[in-house]
Nanobody, 123 residues
Framework: QVPLVESGGGWVQSGGSLRLSCAASIPTFSNYNMAWFRQAPGKEREWVARITSGGTTYYEESVKGRFTISRDNAKNTVYLAMSNLKPEDTAVYYC?????????????????WGQGTQVTASS
């Protein structure tokens, strides 16, 4: 069983909105810090947003005010609501889970990953 499954990606015009979902089938989901990363062609995977097990949220500077991360522990799901999308947001978006608190931007600290969902914002 795939531990994390993303959905909700697609194509939008610049300025549009999308909401990504990540359904988790990992034990004790509520104990995990969840994050969204993205990877554009030819670039490294970069951290976008994080929500801790306690519900505290953090954002990469370029998405602050446009993206909102949230979680529903009853549904074992984490979301990323994206608005005012820009062409530079185009990437494959991945969700990830970790119990680590030391380095939230470090991909090596994450225990579980999804397969990714493509987001394209066209000008």
């Amino acid at each position: 069983q795939v531990p994390l499954v993303e959905s909700g990606g697609g194509w939008v015009q610049s300025g549009g909105s999308l909401r990504l979902s990540c359904a988790a089938s990992i034990p004790t989901f509520s104990n995990y810090n969840m994050a969204w990363f993205r990877q554009a062609p030819g670039k490294e995977r970069e951290w976008v947003a994080r929500i801790t097990s306690g519900g505290t949220t953090y954002y990469e500077e370029s998405v602050k005010g446009r993206f909102t991360i949230s979680r529903d522990n009853a549904k074992n799901t984490v979301y990323l609501a994206m608005s005012n999308l820009k062409p530079e947001d185009t990437a494959v978006y991945y969700c990830a889970a970790t119990r680590d608190y030391s380095a939230p931007r470090d991909v090596l600290k994450y225990d579980y990953w999804g397969q990714g969902t493509q987001v394209t914002a066209s000008s």
